[in-house]
């Protein structure tokens, strides 16, 4: 049977993404937050038996997205009043009686001010608003993230060409095979143990470009804790949302 995907609208679970994939032999559903429920599928599994694993899997469902929502609420969702807390500020976003969008305050606290009249929905005010941010994280990314990677670098004896910072939307840092590395800004966003965790991977692909077993050695001997952080970023996306 060929691989297909299609949606299953659920009245309490919403929108639940089925991918039938050849040579699965059970049953996956996979939730994260800031995305839809992700069901993965044997390719000769028929639509009433994709029905009856997600009537029976409904509980454990309905509590991981009640799970997932407060992460999401605690994460950096974009919307009118929402704040969002990098490691050294604190950027709020308001209605006010002013012509254009416009970046008030001072260090520690900004507020990016939108017309009343204008909605964060429509795709321009948003892309304004985001280069705000990126103009802050940017700021911010350039202040500590060159002076952390020379101390971890230096302490674990590693060597990199070059650093460059970017608003990326895929990954959090890439390390090319000339050892240049690049880090994303909105990791000003995460707690720093995750901030280390990206610096260490970047740098341990200078020694190992892959992720096979050498590479995962010499990051695990670097940072034990390096899984449980893995699993933890999974909560956490590239850009706000």
């Not at 009245?11 to 939730?31: C, E, P, Q, T, Y």
């Not at 009433?48 to 969702?77: D, F, H, M, Y």
């Not at 390096?226 to 949302?241: F, L, S």
Request: hydrophobic share 35%; glycine share 4%.
């Amino acid at each position: 049977m060929k691989e297909q995907t299609y949606t299953i609208q659920d009245s309490d679970a919403g929108d639940i993404i089925v991918k039938h994939k050849s040579g699965l032999k059970n049953f996956s559903i996979r939730l994260r937050p800031f995305d839809k429920v992700r069901v993965s599928a044997p390719s000769r599994a028929t639509r009433e038996q994709v029905l009856e694993v997600i009537s029976r899997k409904k509980p454990w469902i309905l509590k991981k997205q009640k799970e997932n929502e407060t992460i999401a609420q605690k994460g950096c969702q974009l919307g009118i009043d929402s704040t969002i807390k990098t490691m050294h500020h604190q950027i709020s976003i308001q209605k006010a009686s002013v012509n254009t969008i416009r970046l008030t305050g001072n260090i520690p606290r900004f507020t990016i001010e939108i017309p009343e009249q204008m909605e964060l929905e429509d795709p321009e005010v948003r892309r304004s608003v985001e280069r705000l941010l990126a103009k802050i994280l940017r700021y911010e990314a350039g202040q500590y993230l060159p002076e952390r990677m020379i101390e971890l670098a230096a302490k674990y004896n590693f060597k990199f060409s070059k650093l460059s910072l970017r608003n990326n939307k895929t990954n959090w840092g890439s390390c090319s095979s000339k050892g240049s590395i690049s880090l994303n800004v909105q990791l000003m966003r995460l707690p720093t143990k995750m901030i280390d965790y990206v610096i260490l991977h970047e740098l341990c692909h200078t020694v190992h470009l892959n992720h096979g077993a050498a590479f995962k050695n010499l990051l695990f001997s670097i940072l034990p804790e390096a899984p449980i952080i893995e699993k933890e970023m999974k909560n956490y996306r590239t850009q706000i949302y």
